[in-house]
T-cell receptor
């Protein structure tokens, strides 16, 4: 059963704590992406990776970090430096580059209080 | 920065009617894609239209692209209650490697 999984679905953290969101894909895709979605808004790109051991900042990378040690995995860490971390986080993957459709995971809703 | 802007922000129609959503963008693109998002879920790819294409069909979906006006439209014919969702356009710029999403149109189909 191929696809992208994100865990957990809901995550609650206290302010000042770092938290890591998981994203795994078994589609053999080279490229992976992290987006943030706020209520009533579109998606904003946080980080993306086109190949293992390489990644680039998106439009809103401040306060976030990523790693790409394996092709299948692209975890996102929301650090305490992120001023407003409460949001819906979506992970996606695609073949090679965004000329191809992106496949999305089900998302993780993070609430920081 | 968001390049695509959808219009209208929200649309409410009766089952069986057609729904049209529009997307405008600012810079030259390689392709434009439309996605659907059911409430609280991930996005699902609907259709991709390349910059050298003017119209594309997929089932009940029809997408047009006018690069001179930097705009695209998504038509859903004979809508169903299950079409209720948010619809986003996303553009890939000339230099590739990432998509830029609009804010979306919320479609409600009443049965």
């Amino acid at each position: 059963d191929g696809g992208i999984t994100q865990s957990p679905k809901y995550l609650f953290r206290k302010e000042g704590q770092n938290v890591t969101l998981s994203c795994e894909q078994n589609l053999n895709h080279d490229a992976m992406y992290w987006y943030r979605q706020d209520p009533g808004q579109g998606l904003r790109l946080i980080y993306y990776s086109q190949i293992v051991n390489d990644f680039q900042k998106g439009d809103i990378a401040e306060g976030y970090s990523v790693s790409r040690e394996k092709k299948e995995s692209f975890p996102l860490t929301v650090t305490s430096a992120q001023k407003n971390p409460t949001a819906f986080y979506l992970c996606a993957s695609s073949n090679e580059r965004s000329s191809y459709e992106q496949y999305f995971g089900p998302g993780t809703r993070l609430t920081v209080t | 920065s968001q390049q695509g802007e959808e219009d209208p922000q929200a649309l409410s129609i009766q089952e069986g009617e057609n729904a049209t959503m529009n997307c405008s963008y600012k810079t030259s693109i390689n392709n434009l894609q439309w996605y659907r998002q059911n409430s609280g879920r991930g996005l699902v790819h609907l259709i991709l239209i390349r910059s050298n294409e003017r119209e594309k069909h997929s089932g009940r979906l029809r997408v047009t692209l006018d690069t001179s006006k930097k705009s695209s439209s998504l038509l859903i014919t004979a809508s169903r209650a299950a079409d209720t969702a948010s619809y986003f356009c996303a553009t890939e710029g000339e230099y590739g490697n990432k998509l830029v999403f609009g804010a979306g149109t919320i479609l409600r189909v009443k049965s």
